[in-house]
């Protein structure tokens, strides 16, 4: 049984910043890469920030966050966090993390999914 459990949304002002955290947990072999995505209401979930969990860590981030977000990863703790500045309104979503995960070494990789946390960016 894996649980991504998501943390760190909220309400703030444009221009504000928050950090979202995600901790994966179970009985876990490796976790290939871990992200996050969003999704607003009425529209299909992009993706936001992904990052990878060997060596240094390789990033990919949506253009409408470059500059403005940066997605970081504990392998130790199984965590990955998103720090979000200037913040717009169109930032406004529910924010997913999303981790790939292998329960053994030579297995398949699976994707699981956290429950989401709400981000409203508004005045």
């Known amino acids: 049984q894996v649980q991504l459990v998501e943390s760190g949304g909220g309400l703030v002002q444009p221009g504000g910043s928050l950090r979202l955290s995600c901790a994966a947990s179970g009985n876990i072999f490796s976790i290939n890469a871990m992200g996050w995505y969003r999704q607003a209401p009425e529209k299909q979930r992009e993706l936001v920030a992904t990052?990878?969990?060997?060596?240094?860590?390789?990033?990919n981030y949506a253009d409408s966050v470059k500059g403005r977000f940066t997605i970081s990863r504990d392998n130790a703790k199984n965590t990955v966090s998103l720090e979000t500045n200037s913040l717009k309104p169109e930032d406004t979503a529910v924010y997913y993390c999303?981790?790939?995960?292998?329960?053994?070494?030579?297995?398949?990789?699976?994707?699981?999914w956290g429950q989401g946390t709400q981000v409203t960016v508004s005045s």
């Open positions: 990052i990878t969990t060997s060596g240094s860590g390789s990033t």
């Open positions: 999303q981790a790939l995960i292998m329960f053994r070494s030579t297995g398949p990789v699976y994707s699981y």
